[in-house]
Structures are given as structure tokens and as C-alpha cells.
């Protein structure tokens, strides 16, 4: 079976494909919707800007960003994210076109590895919501 750790609370959990634990995904839930909220009202805000003011720590706004449920967009956007196999700029997700292709097939043999997200000093970054947890 495989499991992860709570990338909030650091408890080891089944993974389900998420990287909060059970316990962990309704707060994070109301936290993403801050930050869903707050994008809705700023269409333009950067990433610095939503991290100030709604309070969500920069690193979790990269989770939502690696759980596609937030897409970056506009200049400078696609050099936030990189895919986490061969390094070529992304904006959602972890792992570009070609790569998830290439990795879908064996995506159970990779060892998770944690890495780094690069950030740039950039902060025109803008955010495409995309609340798939809550298509209606
Ligand atoms: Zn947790
Ligand atoms: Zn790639």
C-alpha cells in the first residue's frame, strides 16, 4: 500500500493522490477557498500579494498549484513551476505534457522525491482557479 506524509501535519497517511491528510484537508479546503476567494475578487494579484493577505504560507499556494488546482498564467508565470522530470517550465501540475505522458505508464515506480520548488523574484505571477473538487 502506499503512503505519505501530511505535507501539514507531517502524519503518515494512505495516499489518495492528495498531500494533506484526511484530518488536515477540511482546514485545508477552507484554505484554499481563502485563496480561491481572495483571487476572485483580485484577478490580478501575484503570488506575493495573495500570501500577505489571506495569511495561506507561500508553500501551500505551490501544493495547490502541484495539486492543479490553481494554474499560474501570464508573464513569468510558466518559470515558477518546473516539471519535476526534465526541468522545462510548467504552469500547474508537477510534471509537463511529454513527461506525465512518458510517466503515467511507470508512475508507480518513482520514488517521491522532494524537491525544491524554484521560485523566481518574479511577482507578476498570475492564478487561473481551477476548484476541481468542487465542479458542479
Ligand atoms: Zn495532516
Ligand atoms: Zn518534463
Do not use: W
Not at 490580478?44 to 501544493?63: F, K, L, N
Not at 506525465?100 to 524537491?115: H, N, T, V, Y
Not at 520548488?117 to 476541481?132: A, L, M, Y
Amino acid at each position: 500500500m502506499d503512503f505519505k506524509n501530511c505535507k501539514r501535519c507531517g502524519k503518515l497517511f494512505r495516499n489518495i493522490g492528495r498531500d494533506v491528510c484526511p484530518s488536515c484537508m477540511r482546514l485545508d479546503e477552507e484554505q484554499f477557498q481563502t485563496v480561491k476567494s481572495y483571487l476572485v475578487k483580485n484577478k490580478t494579484a501575484g503570488i506575493q500579494e495573495v500570501v500577505e493577505e489571506t495569511g495561506v504560507p507561500h508553500d501551500d499556494i505551490i501544493r495547490y498549484l502541484k495539486e492543479e488546482r490553481l494554474e499560474l498564467k501570464g508573464e513569468g508565470g510558466e518559470m515558477f513551476l518546473v516539471c519535476e522530470s526534465c526541468g522545462d517550465p510548467i504552469s500547474t501540475g508537477r510534471f509537463c505534457k511529454k513527461c506525465l505522458k512518458r510517466l503515467q505508464s511507470d508512475i508507480s515506480g518513482i520514488a517521491p522525491k522532494e524537491e525544491e520548488t524554484k521560485s523566481t523574484k518574479n511577482s507578476e505571477v498570475k492564478f487561473r482557479i481551477i476548484d476541481r473538487y468542487n465542479n458542479k
